[in-house]
């Protein structure tokens, strides 16, 4: 099987040959440390460890030109949603039909990045940003149902006319909401400003068949998770989270099997030692296979302060027991 039938059969919970195993995205400055610690110059990590392909396409989803001041009154509304021009040709890559005719007997993995979350929707970059993106909340909320409804509206059409180019086998709402010790607006108001506003997008995935809707959410946003599954969304990606709060496991018991699941191995044990690494793997991984619809995936960046030892080893460790579950799967079916 190639990476992209894994994966569909993966979320399928259909039988593969062992699920995806995808990089953990390891930049350059990474592989120059490992090269201090063992890891030969030149050294191609494709040919040294098991790894599935896959590509994101992140459109320009910011307005065009940049915004210096968000609405925060109706009247400003109007160049806001002018400024979201779906049609215009920097949305997407100079290269796009280009790209689009290297996608068409591809064997990886290609998802959509199709929405930012509400507060980079909102334009927060600083504190101060931050703020008046949190105060709106209270004081304009009307404004706020109108930005987030503008967004959804242009992401949809853009969507429309990717989707029209290119089949992707799934799509990707990103949603930075959340600190340490949880969301940092209340699930009801995810719901209202925020989840209601992806209706747009969620139908045209719909209507272009996109099966797999994937929230990829970062450090503690379980508070909010009940108002997001079950509904439309039917994946979770849970990244640099907090491992208590977003134990797979758990959300499993909480959310059923039904919920599909990327990532899961706190990255965090990758700096430690051999044990921790089994341990962590061990504990987690298994009986997430055995449920199906799960790919194992460090919930963060491997980074410099990863040694090559323990990233070998934890990568080894990984294709060991996705193997050894792909050949009970094999027996039971026998």
Known sequence: MNSRQRFISTMNY????????FQEGIRDEVVKAWNTQGLPPGADLTMLFAY????????DLDPWPPVGRWPDDPSALKEFRRRLDPNDPRRLPSNWQDQ???WQDRQHVLW??????????????????????????????????????IQAEFAA??????????????????????????????????????????????????????????LRTYANPRPILPVVFPGRFNCLWACECNPESMDYRQLRRDFGPGLRLIGGIDTDCLR??????????????PSLL?????????????????????????????????????????????
């Open 290 to 334: 055995a449920e199906g619809g799960f790919i194992p995936l460090a919930d963060g960046r491997v980074r410099e302060d990863v040694p090559f030892e323990n990233y070998a080893f934890y990568r080894r460790l990984l294709e060991d027991i996705t193997s050894q579950a792909c050949q009970r799967s094999i027996g039971r079916c026998g």
């Open 272 to 285: 430690q030692d051999k044990e921790a690494i089994r341990r962590e793997v061990e504990e987690k991984v």
């Open 14 to 21: 259909q039988f593969t040959d062992r699920v995806p195993l």
């Open 112 to 149: 959509l990045k199709v929405h930012q979350g509400y507060f980079l929707t909102m334009g927060v970059e600083s504190w101060q940003s931050f703020t008046e993106a949190i105060h709106m909340l209270i004081d304009h909320p009307e404004v706020v149902h109108q930005i987030m409804s």
């Open 157 to 214: 059409s853009l969507v429309d006319r990717i989707l029209q180019d290119v089949e992707v086998d799934g799509a990707i709402f990103s949603e930075p909401i959340a600190g340490n010790n949880g969301p940092l607006i209340s699930p009801a108001m995810y719901q209202s400003f925020v989840l209601q506003s992806y209706k747009p997008i969620l139908d045209m995935l719909e209507s272009h068949q996109v099966q797999n809707i994937i």
């Open 100 to 102: 689009v005719g290297g």
């Open 52 to 59: 599935d392909e896959f590509e994101e396409i992140e459109p």
